[in-house]
């Protein structure tokens, strides 16, 4: 366990669908994000939360909704997704947003099926 | 706008081998430089930095040295296990304050006995 905990860590979903991923951490940061791994391509930073507030929004399609309730938990929210939209979905932690990458934590992922 | 290119992979060696993976970048300013390892079914763990020109990043025999005349920064390992199969991913995090880090694609690493 690195100290950041993602739930499931898998996921098979119809597009009609409607599910959410959940990150959570223990560490004390105050930033937390979400990535897009998907296979042969650069990690993709989707979403930014530093204190619970968004401050990136990546050009997200809105079929993806984040959630941040506290700072220590990360939601994403899914609703009518693609095909396209399979891939592995990470989230990372940070003591706040300004934090050099070498202070992230990542978490292990959970990797997303849409059928 | 900031990139990062790798080699693209898989590269396959066997045990004992020695490790290069290319990794060049393009960037405005003084960025710092990481490789992240990522082990199957797992997440990204930071494996070297460096955070200046000619700084040598090191870890678990791993090194990289940033090279600003080049632009490059690439991994090398004397000796590889099979234990170090997996992706390994080299990473920049461009200066003046924009905290958002750009990605290269994976260089996947499969070592055989």
Avoid at chain 1, 72 to 93: G, V
Avoid at chain 2, 33 to 57: H, N
Wanted: proline fraction near 5%.
């Amino acid at each position: 366990e690195t100290g950041v905990t993602q739930t499931p860590r898998h996921l098979v979903m119809g597009m009609t669908n409607k599910k959410s991923l959940k990150c959570e951490q223990h560490l004390g940061h105050n930033a937390m994000y979400w990535y897009k791994q998907s296979a042969k391509k650069p990690l993709e930073l989707m979403f930014v939360y530093n204190f619970k507030e968004q401050t990136e929004n990546n050009s997200v399609p809105s079929r993806f909704s984040p959630e941040c309730p506290n700072s220590s938990h990360l939601f994403l929210h899914l609703h009518t997704l693609q095909p396209e939209d399979s891939a592995l979905y990470l989230c990372a932690s940070s003591q706040d947003h300004s934090v050099a990458l070498y202070g992230y934590t990542f978490g292990s992922g959970t990797r997303l099926t849409v059928v | 706008g900031n990139s990062v290119t790798q080699m693209e992979g898989p590269v396959t060696l066997s045990e004992e081998a020695f490790l290069t993976i290319n990794c060049t970048y393009t960037a405005t300013g003084y960025p710092s430089l990481f490789w992240y390892v990522q082990y199957p079914g797992e997440g990204l763990q930071l494996l070297l930095k460096a955070t200046k020109a000619d700084d040598k990043g090191s870890n678990k025999g791993f090194e990289a040295t940033y090279r600003k005349e080049t632009t490059s920064f690439h991994l090398e390992k004397g000796s590889v296990q099979v234990s170090d199969s997996a992706v390994y991913f080299c990473a920049l995090e461009a200066s003046g304050g924009s905290y958002i880090p750009t990605f290269g694609r994976g260089t996947s690493l499969i070592v055989h006995p």
